[in-house]
């Protein structure tokens, strides 16, 4: 939860294989620059571009983002900034694919997003450029509850921005005509088991739920999903279900058992050993840092 990303780094050898924690949040202030190649990642990324505009290689097709935009987009399609005009900066956010999903946004916001579409916001608010300089100096002091409020924060910048007024670029049109790279190819398929996880994480679902839905046989369907995404069809399950719960755990009083059987987890104990094994904590622990961050100080000094 601390450990956030703060440059999305690549092998030399292959632009397009991440060496960054997918499962990381991340957070990047730099002057605009150009990049030699395409590469992705499996985030929702942001990019705030403050007094500077900047032309994108988007899957191969050239798109020009004005002075003064925040854009948003699925990193896993192919992206590289190929020109900027202007001194100022941009501010670089990457949210886990799981976590954005986990906010329950509008379909119509999401599915353009999975479809490989730039979201821009019309316009910047007066705040952004203050508040990402919050944002910057919050997660530099590591604490848990700062994080959260970052966190919360972010969803509600997107969440505004999804209910305002935004524009795109129509990256979609004829896309089915082009000749894509593997990993593009897999797609479709990626996005129809996204958008069902998304919708059923909280019931039980299985790998051949999962195939029926795509027509695919249960063990490409597991590789196909581990390949783009970097991470198992179960583990992706989990992540959804961790950050739900993670939310009830700091909006609502919910007794650990309810919040449990809420988010999808079979069992208490399940739920227990998973979220100990990804935070290092108890739900309560993790609780209590948030909600009264000086007891647990206290009681973990004593």
């Not at 104990?269 to 100080?297: A, H």
Request: glycine share 4%.
């Amino acid at each position: 939860m601390l450990d956030w990303v703060n440059r999305i780094k690549f092998k030399e050898n292959s632009p397009l294989e991440t060496q960054a924690h997918e499962s990381n949040f991340g957070f990047q202030r730099h002057k605009p620059e150009i990049m030699p190649t395409s590469h992705w990642h499996g985030h929702i990324e942001i990019n705030y571009l403050f007094n500077c505009s900047a032309d994108y290689l988007i899957n191969g097709k050239h798109i020009s983002v004005p002075e003064g935009k925040m854009i948003l987009f699925w990193a896993s399609i192919p992206h590289q900034m190929v020109a900027y005009e202007g001194d100022g900066e941009m501010v670089n956010i990457y949210i886990p694919l799981n976590a954005f999903l986990s906010w329950k946004m509008s379909n119509d916001f999401i599915s353009n997003i999975l479809h490989g579409e730039v979201l821009v916001a019309e316009n910047l608010h007066a705040s952004d450029k203050v508040i990402t300089q919050l944002w910057q100096d919050d997660l530099q002091k590591k604490e848990i509850y700062l994080t959260m409020q970052v966190i919360d924060e972010i969803r509600n910048r997107i969440r505004r921005m999804s209910m305002e007024s935004y524009s795109t670029f129509d990256l979609n049109r004829n896309s089915n005509k082009q000749d894509r790279k593997s990993l593009v190819s897999g797609l479709p398929h990626i996005q129809t088991i996204l958008k069902y996880i998304a919708d059923n994480y909280d019931q039980k679902i299985t790998i051949d739920d999962v195939a029926k839905l795509t027509g695919l046989h249960p063990n490409y369907v597991m590789k196909l999903f581990q390949g783009i995404m970097k991470i198992s069809i179960k583990q992706y399950i989990n992540q959804l279900r961790l950050q739900h719960a993670q939310a009830l755990l700091v909006d609502t009083n919910n007794p650990v058992l309810n919040i449990a059987l809420e988010a999808g987890f079979g069992s208490i104990s399940r739920f227990y050993d998973i979220f100990q094994r990804e935070f290092n904590m108890t739900p309560l622990q993790f609780r209590n840092s948030i909600v009264n961050p000086q007891k647990e100080i206290e009681q973990a000094l004593s």
